[in-house]
């Protein structure tokens, strides 16, 4: 019932700013967690970030540390990905996930989330 709806993706050169939403919907009361992941061609589904919904908190892989920050808005069951500085090494499809639990230190760990949205890409040039 639970569904997850990304937007913001798009094409950018390098050094440009993307932000990214992911809009819940349904019965959202349990998902305590709201990740994102990315993958590029060729490679592995990688973890970028997570916030806790509760205290939005956040946690960031060492890829994007410094230039991503994670958001919400509460009232409007949404959570951002504000990406600043980006590289080329950040194209990929951007996935939004959620789970009602996930320990801090598997934060980045994919099967650890239940829901996912369909994915956005996002495209940087040199």
């Known amino acids: 019932q639970v569904q997850l709806v990304e937007s913001g993706g798009g094409s950018v050169q390098a050094g440009g700013s993307l932000r990214l939403s992911c809009r819940a919907s349904?019965?959202?009361?349990?998902?305590?967690?709201m990740g994102w992941f990315r993958q590029a061609p060729g490679k592995e589904r990688e973890g970028i970030g997570t916030?806790?919904?509760?205290?939005?908190?956040?946690y960031y892989a060492d890829s994007v540390k410094g230039r991503f920050t994670l958001s919400g808005d509460k009232a409007k069951n949404t959570v951002y990905l504000q990406m600043n500085s980006l590289e080329p090494d950040d194209t990929a499809v951007y996935y939004c996930?959620?789970?009602?639990?996930?320990?801090?230190?598997?934060?980045?760990?994919?099967?650890?989330?239940?829901?996912w949205g369909q994915g956005t890409q996002v495209t940087v040039s040199s």
């Open positions: 996930a959620a789970a009602v639990t996930v320990s801090k230190g598997r934060v980045l760990e994919a099967n650890d989330y239940n829901v």
């Open positions: 349904g019965y959202t009361v349990n998902l305590n967690c």
């Open positions: 916030i806790y919904t509760q205290n939005m908190d956040s």
